[in-house]
Every structure is written in C-alpha cells, then in structure tokens.
C-alpha cells in the first residue's frame, strides 16, 4: 500500500526535521510532501531548505516563505524581526554562489496549492491558501466560516499553518490526535487535516509532528528531538529573540 508523509512548519529547526525525516524513513514511506514555513523563527534556515530541497517530492509555500520574498509587515515583531534576519542571510547578492542561488530560487518558485486525486494540500485553508488560519475553536466561534471553508474543496485538504494537529469534520467538530488515538480513519466523507508542526509545535506536546497517509487513514506521529541543542542555537544568536527557544520545550 503506498504510504507517503506530510511535514510543515520546519521554521529552520533541523534538529526537528532530521529527527522526523529519520522517523518516516523508520516507517517505509514511499515519498514526503512539505506543506511550507521551511524558514523563520529558528536558526538552521539554510540546512533545512536543502534538506527540503533533497528530499521533499513537494514543497506547498508558507506565509513565512512568502514573507520573505514579499515582506513581513502584518507580522508580529518576533516573527518578522526573524524573517528579514532571513532574508539577510538568504538574498543573493551578484557575487553569491550557486547554491544561495537555488535556494532562493526554490523559495520564490513554491506553488500555493496542489491538488493530487482525492486530497488537496495548501499551507493555510482551501479559500486562502497561504494567509488563513483554521483554528480548532472555529467550529464553535465560527461555524459559518468552517462550513464556508468546507464549500471550497471536495475530498481531503491538508494543512498546517495554526501548528496545532488534528482533525475538522463536516459536523464543525474538531478532533485532536490524543482523542483519535492518533489515528483517522477514512469515512469517505471530507475533512480537513492539519498534520501539526515539526519545528515549532503550539498543542503543548513540544515532541516534532507528522502525519502518514495511507490508502484508508492518516496516522499522526510524534517524534522526540533534541530540544537542548536548537534552543542553545537560538539563545547565541544576537538575531533570533529568546522566546523562540523558551516556547520549544513546552511546545506552545
Ligand atoms: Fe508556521
């Protein structure tokens, strides 16, 4: 049965990103699709887009990605102040080498949207890509705005974007992967599927995230990494604020 893996939101963590890839290699996956955020926040920007470019079949653009190209202005100050220390290191200059060269050239390539089959893979949501967060209190906050977002794709969509995994029903239900016993069964009935985060995980579970998808479900995965060792990289790095290492070991 072909089997394949769904990252997203590395956001330069390649402590996260080796651990996962190792993980779905462990497990037999056929190939592993990205669902964007490769850069921002964390320190290893470079190492994970070529690790992404290696050995990611797909690679869906995040608004982090975007934001490098396009600026970081509706972004917190964190989040941007990240982002344009990325954009130094990355820009190529008329003097840089080839690899910054393809780098930023894959960066500015990323498609926002792929559909393959029965599933439709975007960074945000259906409606808008790249820019719109699900969150798992919509249903109840908002049912008008899920059950609108269920109008725009049939079949299965895959996201990211909120860092938080789980499952969105048709009923405007949504279901964590503890609640699921990390397991969702295909029902034939749509859904929307946010395979959480590797390198910045929000659910209060800091252990990388990562889902598999087979022919009947998707398996959620959760993989220990070594958190020390990114988060001492961020704390010596004048460019990237504390917060975003504290926030790796409670997973929030
Ligand atoms: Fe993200």
């Not at 190792?22 to 320190?43: A, F, H, N, S, W």
């Not at 029965?118 to 949501?125: E, K, M, P, Q, T």
């Not at 299965?156 to 909120?162: A, K, S, W």
Request: hydrophobic share 35%.
């Amino acid at each position: 049965m072909p089997r394949f893996g769904i990252i997203s939101d590395l956001h330069s963590n390649i402590e996260a990103l080796g651990a996962v890839f190792t993980r779905l290699e462990k497990e037999g996956v056929d190939r592993i699709v990205c669902l964007g955020d490769v850069i921002g926040y964390g320190p290893d920007p470079e190492h994970c887009i070529d690790m992404v470019m290696r050995r990611c079949e797909l690679t869906i653009c995040g608004n982090h990605d975007e934001a490098l190209m396009r600026g970081a202005q509706d972004f917190n100050p964190v989040a941007r102040q990240v982002i344009e220390y990325n954009r130094r290191m990355l820009k190529p200059s008329l003097l840089s080498g080839s690899l910054k060269r393809q780098r930023w050239k894959f960066l500015e390539g990323l498609p926002v949207s792929h559909r393959e089959g029965d599933f439709l893979l975007v960074h945000g949501s259906p409606r808008d890509p790249v820019h719109e967060y699900i969150m798992k209190t919509d249903g109840i906050f908002i049912p008008d705005k899920i059950r609108d977002i269920f109008d725009h794709f049939e079949g299965l969509c895959f996201v990211g974007h909120t860092h938080f995994p789980g499952v969105f029903t048709e009923d405007l239900k949504f279901h964590d992967p503890p609640a699921l016993d990390y397991r969702y069964e295909f029902k034939g009935e749509k859904a929307v599927v946010n395979v959480g985060s590797v390198g910045q995980p929000r659910d209060g579970d800091p252990r990388a995230s990562c889902v598999i998808v087979d022919d009947d479900g998707v398996t959620f995965l959760r993989t220990d990494y070594d958190i020390a060792t990114t988060q001492r990289k961020i704390y010596d790095n004048p460019n990237i604020p504390d917060l975003c290492a504290a926030r790796l070991e409670i997973g929030k």
